[in-house]
């Protein structure tokens, strides 16, 4: 089947209680990880670019790539999202060229103005078919493109949502309550210690995200920051020679608590960007005299099909879902 929007998408997740996938795409080793663990999944996916991805593998072959796994994949649907479009102009750049979904984040900006530039997106956007995801609240932590420190960072006023959303007339909103980008998404500071001495993050605010969906009935809401920084990738890069201390993630279960809520897709970026660091390093390590890229790209890609094939079963619940 061609690329699809997400609503019948969203509208399935919504009533069976999942989640989507929106895994971000940078090249064409990540996309058949993510591609090949749908379709033997049987799940749906977003497959999200942002500006960072454009501007490092070129708008064109970040479509070419995806419409080849299109023909690769034709039994699941698959939608092509900008991922945190800054701008009117980026947005429009992916609706006139192939995308179906765009994310306009004007989160940093003030209530009424966030309305606006949404508005304008929203307009543009419906009008060629594409629907919209924005942004209320925002959340700490560092990407490309990405970079609000945790006194910036702000959870979501649940009584702004109806107001924005019917001024809007976005098609889902991410909101925020405690995850964040990036692999360092809490400081020690703010963890508490298990009886095994593990970091425990503060849990996500279910009480925000329950005030929300309360007040927009039916409506799909988005996770942003919900990579769970596996712990044994992060210790593969730490044996060989990499240096990421504390890096620590969103808890697993309580991704999948979120999931059987009105969260209708869950946005993983630094999971596989980890999975792919590790086993690259790992495989330097083990095997100094190699250089060819598709003998270090090999496992690399197989480590993040499987991590997908993990999320999508049993975090997002999506599998057997397409
Ligand atoms: O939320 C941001 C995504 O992880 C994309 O990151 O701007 O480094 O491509 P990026
Ligand atoms: P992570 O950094 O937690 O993977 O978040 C990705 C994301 O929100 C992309 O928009
Ligand atoms: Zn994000």
Sequence with gaps: MPLVTSTEMFKKAYDGGYAVGAFNVNNMEILQAITEACREEHAPVILQVSKGAR??????????LVEAAVIECPEIPIVLHLDHGPDFETCKACIDGGFT??????????FAENIEITKKVVEYAHDHGVVVEAELGTLAGV?????????????????EVEEFVTKTGCDSLAIAIGTSHGAYKFTAAQCTRNA???????????????EVSKRLPGFPI?????????????KMINDHGGKMPDAIGIPEDELRKAATSSVCKINIDSDLRLTMTGTIRQFFDEHPDKFDPREYLK????????????????V???AGKA
Excluded: W
Excluded at 55 to 64: G, I, R, S
Excluded at 102 to 109: F, L, Q
Excluded at 299 to 314: Q, S
């Design 143 to 159: 990407e490309d493109e990405v970079k609000v420190s945790a006194e910036d960072s702000s959870y979501t006023h649940p009584e």
């Design 196 to 210: 095994q001495g593990i970091l425990v993050p503060p849990p996500l605010r279910f009480d925000v995200l329950e």
């Design 222 to 234: 988005v996770l942003h920051g919900s990579s769970s920084v596996p712990q044994n990738y992060v």
């Design 299 to 314: 496992p690399a890609r197989a480590n993040i099909k499987e991590l997908v094939r993990h999320k999508l079963i049993d």
């Design 101 to 110: 979904s765009v994310m306009i984040d004007a989160s940093s900006k003030p």
């Design 55 to 64: 501007a490092y593998a070129n708008h064109t072959y970040l479509v070419k």
């Design 316 to 318: 997002l619940g999506c």
